[in-house]
């Protein structure tokens, strides 16, 4: 599978790409600062560009089979910058047929099947109060997404921990009483994967934490 990367060069990206690696697959990794990747591998192409740059991209998403998105707000900053660029993504798969799309959100992304309890209101309001540019960014990307006419999963995290991949993880909604609060980056890197060839999570937003 040839996969097209978005976010590659965070703690969970870099993972999500040498598992990629070394599970067969070939990667397009869109980078903004290629540098901070680290990786050489011969099935690995790095593409620079912002994701204000639509024709860089359309160079990163053609000819891929499915697109992981890991894109996330690091300094605040003004407007939603991650919405805009995964519209283009989103608009670039269209172009060129492309249909899966795996992209990570929180749960400040809300989902319609969450039932949330107190404690996770607490910090979703806590986020919404101090966190103001990146609430908003997630929100919209996760409406952009799901807006969409790709086959898309929006993976949503917990607290993000670097304990080891198991590959066991507990998949379910705000208040159902499945999910913990702690899932290692190695796992979520495993579970996104995992999905571009899965359907089971089609047009689906769930929590994902350790088992």
């Known amino acids: 599978m040839k996969i097209a990367v978005f976010g590659g060069t965070g703690a969970t990206g870099k993972l999500l790409i040498a598992q990629a690696l070394d599970e067969g697959d070939s990667v397009i990794a869109y980078a903004r600062h290629p540098e901070k990747l680290g990786i050489v591998h011969d099935r690995l192409v790095v593409v620079k560009g912002e994701l204000s740059d639509a024709a860089a991209i359309e160079r990163a998403v053609q000819g891929s089979n499915g697109v992981i998105s890991l894109l996330g707000q690091g300094a605040p900053v003004k407007g939603t910058p991650v919405a805009h660029g995964t519209r283009t993504i989103l608009s670039a798969m269209r172009q060129f047929g492309v249909r899966r799309v795996v992209i990570v959100a929180t749960a400040s992304a809300p989902d319609p099947s969450d039932k949330p309890p107190l404690r996770s209101k607490f910090f979703i309001g806590i986020a919404k109060l101090f966190l103001r540019p990146a609430y908003d960014d997630v929100v919209a990307t996760a409406q952009a997404v799901r807006e969409s006419d790709r086959d898309w999963t929006i993976v949503r995290p917990p607290f993000l921990n670097n304990a080891p991949k198991t590959g066991r993880v507990n998949v379910g909604y705000l208040g159902d009483?499945?999910?913990?609060?702690?899932?290692?980056?190695?796992?979520?890197?495993?579970?996104?994967?995992?999905?571009?060839?899965?359907?089971?999570?089609?047009?689906?937003?769930?929590?994902?934490?350790?088992?």
Do not use: C, E
């Open 177 to 211: 009483g499945i999910t913990g609060t702690l899932l290692s980056r190695a796992n979520a890197a495993d579970f996104m994967l995992k999905q571009l060839r899965s359907d089971q999570y089609i047009g689906k937003a769930p929590i994902v934490a350790d088992a």
